[in-house]
């Protein structure tokens, strides 16, 4: 199945922006654009994420965007959390073959009170208002809430939502360390890794992978080798209708062959450094945080952090994570 990997949201409130960013970068939606009818001054200057992610800051109509991506795209607009998995909606727009586009019956006024997903060939049908019956107008609570909510309510959800989060170690967790693995051609998945993320996401976690990449610092591959080994582990698990949050790796190492990369860093384990990080940009709220590794500095990273450690030392990693959660 062909994974939609375009959005425009339209942006109507700024305090929960980072939030959507998260969610859309979640499911490796790569070409985002906003349209910021919220505000008189530029997101760009307001939002260093915008700038760092390629995303950009438009005030143009959903029209003219629209053509430019020439492609399948998400919609949202931010005054209604969409909550629901992109997954779910991708594979029922693909089997209807149709447009998705999800609108409130009581109001005509597409964009104030919608999401959805928009074939490219059909954006003249959905932007206009006369050709309403051309939309597929959901149930209630089908796949999302149409209800808008308030900022308190708003913070709530995504409060619930960050309350379940995991850490995972990447070689001898996801895959099997055969030594520095760099490069696709190595990538070996551990038995029951994929089973063990989707039921991950089943139950509603925040998963993050954190791996000490040293193999970058000794010389053996570079950074733009992990990233795209990276993209293909996120991709991997798409085609098997599951996801992460996100990869973060640490190319420092003491000893390295390489200069820029010899020294000793907080973000390489156990140091903390990705872990204050991803509390901070993701919004983690709980302390009840797992941190599954195989290694001796996993263990430590998790002390230092305060969460529970993990050691995994077995064979089947769904089997492992099943008995502790």
């Given at each position: ?19 959507f ?9 790569n ?20 700038k760092k992610?390629n ?45 998705l ?11 104030d ?42 913070f709530?959800?995504f ?33 029951g890794?994929i089973?063990?993320?989707k039921?991950?996401v ?55 062959n ?38 001796k500095?996993d ?27």
């Open positions: 199945m062909k994974k939609i990997d375009s959005a425009i949201l339209v942006l109507n409130k700024k305090y929960h922006l980072k939030y960013l998260n969610l859309l970068q979640k499911f490796k939606i070409n985002l654009r906003v349209i910021d009818i919220g505000s008189q001054k530029s997101l760009m200057n307001q939002n260093k994420n915008l992610n995303i950009t800051d438009l005030n143009e109509k959903i029209f003219t965007i629209a053509q430019q991506l020439k492609k399948n795209f998400f919609l949202f607009d931010s005054n209604f959390y969409p909550k629901f998995n992109l997954f779910k909606l991708e594979k029922k727009f693909y089997s209807k073959n149709k447009s586009f999800f609108i409130s019956k009581s109001n005509s006024k597409i964009i009170k919608s999401m959805g997903i928009i074939k490219y060939k059909d954006i003249s049908k959905v932007f206009n208002e006369k050709n309403i019956n051309n939309f597929l107008i959901t149930k209630k609570n089908e796949i999302l809430c149409l209800k808008k909510i308030s900022k308190d309510r708003l709530k959800i409060t619930n939502l960050n309350k379940k989060t995991i850490f995972l170690d990447r070689d001898g967790v996801i895959n099997e360390d055969t030594g520095y693995v760099g490069f696709k051609k190595d990538f070996r998945w551990k038995a890794a089973k063990a993320i039921y991950l089943k139950k509603n976690y925040n998963i993050f992978i954190i791996t000490n990449q040293s193999g970058v610092a000794r010389g053996f591959y570079s950074e733009k080798d992990v990233k795209i080994l990276n993209d293909y582990i996120i991709d991997q698990l798409r085609i098997n209708d599951c996801y992460i949050n996100q990869i973060y790796y640490s190319p420092f190492h003491k000893d390295a390489i200069q820029k990369y010899k020294k000793i860093s907080s973000c390489r384990k156990p140091g903390t450094k990705f872990y204050k990080l991803i509390k901070k940009n993701w919004g983690i709220v709980s302390k009840n945080i797992y941190m599954i590794g195989d290694q500095s263990m430590e990273f998790a002390m230092n952090c305060g969460i529970k450690g993990k050691l995994f030392k077995k064979k089947n990693l769904y089997t492992f994570i099943k008995k502790i959660i």
